[in-house]
């Protein structure tokens, strides 16, 4: 498969936002098929990867942090079940909302997902020396934090 980039106009070769997309469209590829090799998802990884790092959590709180939809948690979550890689529990303080936890294969998991992760960056960013890259997240994030404030 052929991942060049489009020829366009000039104008949008110049542009950022067309960059950015065309990047993103990029990495989103890269992640995708390393998710695949897991047979799992981008959301899958996002809420393993909450879990590994904050520990147990209500799937509202969980679904909140990672910014997935509450219909959509659930769903994951019964993926993740399914496979051993979290448990589901009342919660012991109010029986009416559920406490999800790693398992040991989940933590095992979420650990293999965040190598892919880091495997994705690196291909993503080939061309960047460190310093590059450093100053690529720092603006990335600048721009992530102003926009995300509105």
Do not use: K
């Not at 995708?32 to 047979?39: L, P, R, V, W």
């Not at 448990?87 to 650990?111: H, K, Q, W, Y």
């Amino acid at each position: 498969m052929d991942h060049a980039a489009p020829q366009s106009p000039a104008g949008l070769r110049t542009a950022p936002s067309w960059l950015l997309n065309q990047t993103a469209g990029h990495a989103a590829r890269l992640l995708s098929e390393g998710f695949a090799a897991h047979d799992l998802r981008g959301y899958h990884y996002r809420l393993l990867a909450a879990l590994n790092e904050d520990g147990p959590a209500s799937q509202a709180d969980l679904g909140r942090r990672c910014g997935i939809d509450r219909s959509d948690v659930v769903a994951a979550v019964n993926d993740l079940a399914d496979r051993g890689l979290v448990v589901r529990a009342p919660d012991p303080a109010d029986r009416r909302r559920n406490v999800i936890s790693l398992t040991d294969a989940g933590a095992d998991e979420a650990r293999r997902m965040t190598d892919t992760v880091a495997r994705a960056q690196d291909d993503l960013l080939a061309p960047l020396s460190a310093d590059e890259r450093a100053e690529l997240t720092r603006l990335l994030t600048r721009l992530l934090e102003h926009h995300s404030r509105r």
